[in-house]
T-cell receptor
Framework: ETGVTQTPRHLVMGMTNKKSLKCEQH?????MYWYKQSAKKPLELMFV???????ENNSVPSRFSPECPNSSHLFLHLHTLQPEDSALYLC????????????FGEGSRLTVL | GENVEQHPSTLSVQEGDSAVIKCTYS??????FPWYKQELGKRPQLIID?????GEKKDQRIAVTLNKTAKHFSLHITETQPEDSAVYFC???????????FGAGTILRVKS
């Protein structure tokens, strides 16, 4: 596998469920990101990790919990979500801490019932 | 923080015509401005970017212009083709960070 891969591609969960989204990058990058993409809204940055350390939390509710065990893997743990959290969650990676091209995954389409 | 506004939200052009998408930003410290293209059901991909030390950059049929004084930048696509149909996002960020702030996107439809 090359590039940035995300699993699962689709997820349906109830408001009381706990689930996780997984992202893996095979590009040797050292920065990873979670973005939320909702209809007719800008891509919203959620979290940034540089060299496994979280450097940005864009006022994201605590029901979203990120985890970055190493520079190649990024998780987003979900619990007690709301229907308005339904969206496409995109993972991305880049090389270096200065602005560079973001390489996105295909996204995980989340539906909260 | 940075705020990026993008216009228009939808744009329809005839094949062969030009398309222009405009963005404004609020943070005068921003100096990196990429453009991403997202085809239906696919991931966003970088198509061109510009840094504040240049006013224009071209790559074949695509060009980006930047006016730092007015805090706006634009994407120009010439000789549009049906495969240019997609959602285009502009973004901005300061050089000292990697917190890209995106515009709301422009749906471009190229009619053949």
């Amino acid at each position: 596998e090359t590039g940035v891969t995300q699993t699962p591609r689709h997820l349906v969960m109830g408001m009381t469920n706990k689930k996780s989204l997984k992202c893996e990058q095979h590009l040797g990058h050292n920065a990873m990101y979670w973005y939320k993409q909702s209809a007719k809204k800008p891509l919203e940055l959620m979290f940034v990790y540089n060299f496994k350390e979280q450097t940005e939390n864009n006022s994201v509710p605590s029901r979203f919990s990120p985890e970055c065990p190493n520079s190649s893997h990024l998780f987003l743990h979900l619990h007690t979500l709301q229907p308005e959290d339904s969206a496409l969650y995109l993972c991305a990676s880049s090389q270096g801490v200065k602005p560079r091209e973001l390489f996105f995954g295909e996204g995980s389409r989340l539906t909260v019932l | 923080g940075e705020n990026v506004e993008q216009h228009p939200s939808t744009l329809s052009v005839q094949e062969g015509d030009s398309a222009v998408i405009k963005c404004t930003y609020s943070d005068s410290a921003s100096n990196y401005f990429p453009w991403y293209k997202q085809e239906l059901g696919k991931r966003p991909q970088l198509i061109i970017d510009i840094r504040s030390n240049v006013g224009e950059k071209k790559d074949q049929r695509i060009a980006v212009t930047l006016n730092k004084t007015a805090k706006h930048f634009s994407l120009h696509i010439t000789e549009t083709q049906p495969e240019d149909s997609a959602v285009y996002f502009c973004a901005a960020t300061p050089e000292y960070g990697n917190k890209l702030v995106f515009g709301a996107g422009t749906i471009l439809r190229v009619k053949s």
